[in-house]
């Protein structure tokens, strides 16, 4: 059975613990391999490696940083097919999942090879007589990214591309569920010249993220996963001294107001709701339906999802994959059964046509949440989209902003007005107008509010940059040594 172990120093360590964890094919429901889980002195190991680097690294100019990153890109370019195949293998994503995922995430390649530029500082020429005064942005040193299984080779890329050219290096934790996708970016990374030690990878379980949390010489961490692991995370990071975003989870909206686009706002709560299995954090999860137009509406929904087609990876027409293991897969499922129990109406059960191999379930469609219910309280993960029914744009607002997460949201209305109204007073941190899925372009950041996100920087563009790096401020004389004398007085610009 295939291992998959570490990566230190630019090359593949095998694990000393003795501890593995097994790794699934989801389509299938059978092992494929086992990765290695780090001790304490392991992960020991591969941050004194990473600190060893940092000595040159931050050293190194921006141009070499840059012309690094950029053949990186060209090698994700073109080793994007067999990538996608990993994802598939371990993930279950079909094609246009896998494909989408490592897009997004040259899309952040291609940012930060532009960092170079938005690393340069201020400069005051004579602040006082003979005195300029400057900024700049250095790096923080071992910086650390702990990664979720539902985005194995996009959300690296969110952290360490911009890490990495700010002159830090990286030490990654990836979801021990789907480990195949970093050792394969690490790989692509040797081989664009990265030098040893800059980018490394270990597997672990809670050992190695504790470690990694309390660990002296780590400066900061990266996290994306649930909220209350995303709160943990963000609490022990912090009282060690370290800088921490973690974002967590989400339960996205979608208001449907009656002047909307019925057959366009269906196409894209379906879209949302459905891709990736619905494990995302981006995913719709409850259209807001104002009364006078719901009816029409779940109708449009129900037509529309029986639709979608299911399958494995290797299926080059399926739009939708399995879940990530059996056990989420049945706590997906378990949300319908309850929604019965509940008072809501199961418009679509997605578990009667569940397949036997592998760890698939069919697209549910549920009418008639109200707050309180188990589906509409809790982030799902999966391919569920529930309705809730409101009177008026007023009553769905109230709705979102009093909803304990705020990562994403969505409005759909012809009204310009009324749109510009939402985009001001939701409270939410990603907002779409007639956009299901409001993922920022690379050159904005990523994140939520509220319970959705712990510290005080999003991820990626600007933020990311402000996140890997620290500022320093430089007072500089260089006088005139006829004029040297001794003053006990207070420094003063006048």
């Not at 001294?241 to 967590?248: E, F, S």
């Not at 529309?304 to 290797?314: A, D, L, N």
């Not at 109230?398 to 985009?423: C, E, K, L, M, P």
Request: contains cysteine; proline residues 6%.
């Amino acid at each position: 059975m295939q291992r998959i172990s570490h990566w230190v120093n630019n090359k593949v360590v095998a694990g000393t613990s003795g501890n593995t964890g097994k790794v699934y094919n989801p389509a299938t429901g059978e092992q494929q391999s086992e990765v290695d889980l780090a001790s304490i002195a392991e992960v020991d190991a591969v941050i004194a490696a990473a600190k060893k680097a940092g000595l040159e690294w931050r050293s190194s100019n921006l141009s070499r940083r840059a012309e690094i990153m950029f053949r990186f890109r060209e090698l994700v370019v073109a080793n994007k097919n067999e990538l996608a195949n990993v994802l598939s293998l371990e993930h279950g994503k079909v094609p246009s999942d896998a494909m989408g995922e490592i897009s997004r995430g040259i899309e952040n390649v291609e940012f930060a090879c532009g960092i170079p530029a938005l690393l340069k500082g201020g400069y005051s020429e004579q602040a006082s007589t003979g005195v300029d005064v400057y900024s700049i942005r250095q790096p923080l040193g071992v910086v650390a990214g702990i990664t979720p299984f539902n985005f194995p080779a996009m959300v690296p890329m969110w952290m360490f591309a911009n890490a990495i050219m700010c002159g830090n290096t990286f030490v990654l934790k990836p979801s021990e569920k789907d480990p195949s996708a970093p050792m394969f970016i690490a790989e692509l990374l040797r081989q664009a010249g990265l030098p040893d030690g800059v980018f490394n990878v270990v597997h672990g379980d809670k050992i190695a993220v504790d470690r990694i949390l309390s660990h002296p010489d780590i400066a900061s961490v990266s996290f994306v996963g649930s909220t209350p692991i995303a709160k943990y995370v963000y609490e022990t990071g912090t009282k060690n001294g370290k800088r921490v975003q973690a974002l967590g989870g989400a339960k996205n909206h979608m208001l449907v107001l009656p002047d909307a686009d019925l057959d366009m706002a269906a196409d894209a709560a379906v879209s949302a709701a459905f891709g990736s299995a619905g494990e995302r954090c981006m995913a719709i999860s409850v259209v807001l339906a104002v009364d006078t137009i719901a009816d029409e509406l779940v109708e449009k929904l129900k037509t529309r999802v029986p639709k979608i087609k299911v399958g494995p990876g290797t299926d080059p027409t399926a739009e939708m994959g399995p879940l990530i293991t059996r056990e989420h897969r049945d706590k997906v499922a378990s949300y319908i059964t309850n929604a019965n129990g509940e008072g809501a109406s199961v418009v679509i059960d997605g578990t009667d046509k569940a397949k036997d191999a592998g760890f698939f379930l069919n697209p549910s469609l549920i009418d008639k949440v109200k707050p309180g219910m188990k589906c509409y309280d809790e982030e799902i993960f999966g391919p569920i989209l529930t309705v809730m029914r409101v009177k008026s744009y007023q009553e769905g607002l109230d709705t979102i902003n009093s909803n304990q997460f705020g990562n994403g949201t969505a409005i759909f209305t012809r009204d310009g007005g009324v749109a510009r109204q939402f985009q001001f007073d939701v409270q939410v941190g990603m907002v779409g107008i007639n956009v299901p899925i409001p993922v920022p372009v690379s050159y904005y950041s990523f994140g939520g509010w509220k319970a959705s996100l712990f510290g005080d920087q999003h991820m990626y563009g600007p933020e990311g940059i402000n996140f890997f790096t620290r500022g320093k401020v430089v007072t500089s004389r260089w006088p005139d040594p006829r004029t040297s004398k001794i003053d006990l007085g207070f420094p003063s610009a006048r």
